[in-house]
Nanobody, 115 residues
Protein backbone atom coordinates (compact mmCIF):
# COMPACT_ATOMS: atom_id res chain seq x y z
CA UNK A 1 0.00 0.00 0.00
CA UNK A 2 1.51 3.29 -1.11
CA UNK A 3 1.51 6.02 1.50
CA UNK A 4 2.01 9.71 0.84
CA UNK A 5 2.55 11.92 3.87
CA UNK A 6 2.33 15.68 3.50
CA UNK A 7 3.85 18.20 5.86
CA UNK A 8 4.64 21.89 6.01
CA UNK A 9 1.22 23.50 6.04
CA UNK A 10 0.24 26.20 8.48
CA UNK A 11 -0.84 29.78 8.95
CA UNK A 12 1.07 32.46 7.04
CA UNK A 13 0.50 36.12 6.34
CA UNK A 14 -0.19 37.38 2.82
CA UNK A 15 3.06 37.71 0.92
CA UNK A 16 4.69 34.99 2.99
CA UNK A 17 6.14 31.62 1.99
CA UNK A 18 5.68 27.98 2.89
CA UNK A 19 7.30 24.79 1.66
CA UNK A 20 5.18 21.67 1.55
CA UNK A 21 6.71 18.23 1.43
CA UNK A 22 5.27 14.88 0.39
CA UNK A 23 7.16 11.82 1.55
CA UNK A 24 6.38 8.58 -0.27
CA UNK A 25 6.60 5.12 1.31
CA UNK A 26 8.47 3.82 -1.72
CA UNK A 27 10.76 5.05 -4.44
CA UNK A 28 9.19 7.96 -6.31
CA UNK A 29 10.92 6.77 -9.45
CA UNK A 30 8.15 4.16 -9.62
CA UNK A 31 5.56 6.87 -10.26
CA UNK A 32 5.01 8.40 -13.65
CA UNK A 33 3.75 11.76 -12.42
CA UNK A 34 3.44 13.30 -9.00
CA UNK A 35 1.74 16.51 -8.11
CA UNK A 36 -0.02 18.84 -5.75
CA UNK A 37 -3.73 19.59 -5.73
CA UNK A 38 -5.74 21.83 -3.49
CA UNK A 39 -9.31 22.05 -2.29
CA UNK A 40 -10.91 25.09 -0.70
CA UNK A 41 -14.11 24.76 1.36
CA UNK A 42 -17.11 24.19 -0.87
CA UNK A 43 -14.99 23.89 -4.01
CA UNK A 44 -13.67 21.07 -6.11
CA UNK A 45 -10.14 19.74 -5.87
CA UNK A 46 -7.94 21.46 -8.46
CA UNK A 47 -4.51 20.68 -9.81
CA UNK A 48 -1.81 23.11 -8.70
CA UNK A 49 1.40 21.65 -10.09
CA UNK A 50 2.74 18.36 -11.43
CA UNK A 51 6.15 16.91 -12.11
CA UNK A 52 7.01 13.90 -14.23
CA UNK A 53 9.62 11.24 -13.56
CA UNK A 54 11.78 13.06 -16.09
CA UNK A 55 11.44 16.34 -14.21
CA UNK A 56 9.05 18.13 -16.53
CA UNK A 57 6.78 20.48 -14.63
CA UNK A 58 3.35 21.92 -15.23
CA UNK A 59 1.56 24.66 -13.28
CA UNK A 60 -1.92 26.06 -13.21
CA UNK A 61 -1.98 29.69 -14.33
CA UNK A 62 -2.82 31.19 -10.96
CA UNK A 63 0.38 29.90 -9.33
CA UNK A 64 2.86 30.38 -12.16
CA UNK A 65 5.79 32.46 -11.04
CA UNK A 66 4.93 31.97 -7.36
CA UNK A 67 5.03 28.20 -6.76
CA UNK A 68 7.75 25.72 -7.63
CA UNK A 69 7.42 21.94 -7.60
CA UNK A 70 10.51 19.79 -7.24
CA UNK A 71 11.49 16.23 -6.39
CA UNK A 72 14.31 14.59 -4.48
CA UNK A 73 14.59 10.96 -5.49
CA UNK A 74 17.15 10.20 -2.79
CA UNK A 75 14.60 11.22 -0.14
CA UNK A 76 11.53 9.92 -2.01
CA UNK A 77 10.01 13.33 -1.50
CA UNK A 78 8.25 15.92 -3.63
CA UNK A 79 8.15 19.55 -2.58
CA UNK A 80 6.00 22.57 -3.31
CA UNK A 81 7.68 25.88 -2.59
CA UNK A 82 5.01 28.55 -2.31
CA UNK A 83 5.99 32.22 -2.37
CA UNK A 84 3.97 35.44 -2.44
CA UNK A 85 1.04 33.67 -0.88
CA UNK A 86 -2.41 35.20 -1.20
CA UNK A 87 -5.56 34.68 0.88
CA UNK A 88 -7.10 32.87 -2.09
CA UNK A 89 -4.37 30.22 -1.78
CA UNK A 90 -6.04 29.07 1.43
CA UNK A 91 -6.98 25.41 1.01
CA UNK A 92 -6.12 21.87 1.96
CA UNK A 93 -3.20 20.79 -0.21
CA UNK A 94 -2.99 17.16 -1.29
CA UNK A 95 -0.09 15.19 -2.70
CA UNK A 96 -0.87 12.94 -5.65
CA UNK A 97 1.04 10.13 -7.32
CA UNK A 98 0.19 8.10 -10.40
CA UNK A 99 1.40 4.73 -11.57
CA UNK A 100 -0.23 2.98 -14.51
CA UNK A 101 -3.98 2.97 -13.77
CA UNK A 102 -3.51 3.72 -10.08
CA UNK A 103 -3.79 7.08 -8.34
CA UNK A 104 -2.68 7.69 -4.77
CA UNK A 105 -3.47 10.58 -2.43
CA UNK A 106 -2.06 11.86 0.80
CA UNK A 107 -4.19 12.95 3.72
CA UNK A 108 -3.75 16.65 3.00
CA UNK A 109 -2.20 19.57 4.82
CA UNK A 110 -3.99 22.82 5.62
CA UNK A 111 -2.58 26.08 4.31
CA UNK A 112 -4.18 29.26 5.62
CA UNK A 113 -3.13 32.66 4.33
CA UNK A 114 -4.47 35.40 6.55
CA UNK A 115 -3.40 38.54 8.35
Amino acid sequence: QVQLVEAGGGLVQPGGSLRLSCAASESISRFGTMGWYRQAPGKQRDMVATITKGGNTNYVDFVKGRFTISRDSAKNTVYLQMNSLKPEDTAVYYCNANRLIYTYWGQGTQVTVSS
